[in-house]
């Protein structure tokens, strides 16, 4: 299968170029020349088949041409080595809860994908040399990534953070692993981290000499494995008997996860709408509303992962329907939240159902609450552990967030961090001693 750009102003690319690139040269994003529909027995069947077998079948249809049909179940199997349950909040609602990966946040998933993916790469071909990931991080990508490539042969990661600015349930996630992972405690912003992570892809002294490669959440191996998920919650719904009407409603930033949602629907997934739930960088909200795409500089928030005030994954909605406004309200509403309504929503929820939000996964209960129809089925994305946010749902709810083990596991490590100066030249130093 070939990747285009968005941009159209380049080459189609091959799968494996497309995943050690990222990004397309002309700075478009890649997509499938072909989103295939799966068959009407398929969605029959659905209900009676396990989440791998779900997945494998999935990702046939994207990798099936470019990886051998046994590694890419080995790909798929590995990387789904957590549950994504469907648990009913109150009638007629539903958590799609994808926080029982190893960093208790959906971006597991595809971190996890690529990883392997990457690393099935590196063992057929014959460029044997060491591949290093270099990641920008100001949280939750960082441990994501780690987190997936950890262990995994023949790759590095390089995390780099701004010293001081992630939280120390985020920086134990990154910084205590070891191993092939390396934390990288950056004094500046991060801004700054972003800035070293680009000079060096933009170095062409060390990029002949060291194969680099980002690890962004635009890569197609991150955003595609995504819409495994969308299936099986399908599948749960169905199973309970409340298959039809559903709508889906999606906590977002970068808008990754619900445009692998809007290519599941393109597959012949059996939704009936989308909802995309902003907090107050509404940007995509404000889209919806005039039909003009107005980015600005992002606002930050409770629910901080979707403090995005451009997001990437637009240029891929658009792709989808033509950039046509019209086709894009017909299927997708928005919704936007302050702060406070945020805040509101996870006490409200707590208080009368027992179901503990984080903020980001609030975002999007509160807009299937006030947009799902009598009939309608309605299932929102809860995108993280509450426990992630400890404090700022401990806060608003009164109650204290026990600490899942696997999370509690991170914080008794030990951090390793290297400590570097926001100049280029210190990274660089650090990049050519890795030869
Ligand atoms: C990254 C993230 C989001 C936003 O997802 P996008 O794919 O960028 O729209 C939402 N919630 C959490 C917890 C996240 O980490």
Redesign the pocket.
């Known amino acids: 299968m070939k990747y285009y750009s968005t941009n159209h102003n380049v080459p189609e690319a091959t799968l494996q170029e497309a995943v050690v690139k990222g990004l397309a040269s002309d700075r478009g994003l890649f997509m499938p020349e072909r989103i295939e529909r799966m068959p009407a027995g398929f969605f029959e069947d659905i209900d009676k088949m396990s989440f791998h077998e779900i997945a494998v079948c999935v990702a046939r249809c994207f990798f099936g041409e470019d990886v051998e049909r046994d590694a890419l179940e080995d790909i798929v199997r590995d990387t789904l080595s957590f549950p994504t349950p469907v648990v009913e909040v109150e009638s007629g609602i539903y958590s799609l809860e994808l926080?029982h990966g190893p960093t208790l946040?959906?971006?597991d998933v595809g971190a996890r994908f690529m990883a392997r993916l990457l690393r099935y790469f590196i063992n057929r071909g014959s460029d044997r040399r060491m591949v290093h990931v270099l990641v920008a991080t100001s949280g939750?990508?960082g441990s994501?990534v780690a987190n997936g490539f950890l262990g995994v042969d023949g790759i590095k990661v390089h995390v780099l953070y701004p010293k001081g600015k992630v939280s120390p349930i985020q920086e134990c996630q990154f910084a205590t692993l070891g191993d092939n992972i390396t934390a990288i405690e950056v004094d500046g912003t991060f801004d700054d981290c972003q800035r070293l992570v680009k000079s060096a892809f933009m170095d062409e002294e060390l990029n002949n000499r060291l194969l680099l490669t980002s690890a962004n959440?635009i890569n197609v191996a991150r955003?595609l494995p995504?819409s495994f998920y969308y299936f099986n919650a399908y599948a749960a719904l169905k199973s309970k008997g409340v298959g039809n009407d559903v709508v889906v409603c999606?906590?977002?930033?970068?808008?990754?996860?619900?445009?692998?949602g809007l290519i599941a629907h393109r597959m012949g997934l059996p939704v009936k709408r989308f909802v995309a739930a902003n907090n107050a960088n509404d940007i995509f909200y404000n889209y919806l509303s005039t039909g003009v795409y107005s980015p600005r500089p992002s606002t930050p928030t409770i629910?901080n992962?979707?403090d995005?005030g451009d997001?990437?994954?637009f240029a891929r909605i658009l792709d989808l329907y033509g950039a046509n406004h019209a086709d894009v309200v017909s299927l997708i509403s928005g919704a936007a939240y302050s702060d406070d309504e945020i805040a509101d929503t996870i006490k409200e929820c707590y208080e009368r159902t027992g179901y503990l939000l984080?903020?980001?996964?609030a975002c999007a209960y509160r807009a299937l609450r006030e947009q799902l129809n009598p009939g309608e089925t309605g299932v929102f994305?809860e995108?993280?552990h509450p426990a992630?946010f400890r404090d700022t749902v401990s806060s608003i709810t009164g109650r204290d967030v026990e600490i899942p083990p696997r999370l509690a596991a991170f914080m008794n490590g030990e951090k390793m961090s290297v400590a570097m100066d926001k100049e280029f030249k210190y990274f660089k130093q650090y990049l050519e001693q890795l030869l």
């Open positions: 926080f946040a959906f971006k939750d990508t994501a959440s955003f995504q999606v906590p977002s930033g970068n808008f990754g996860n619900l445009t692998a629910a992962a979707m995005v997001p990437s994954n984080d903020p980001h996964g994305l995108t993280a992630k």
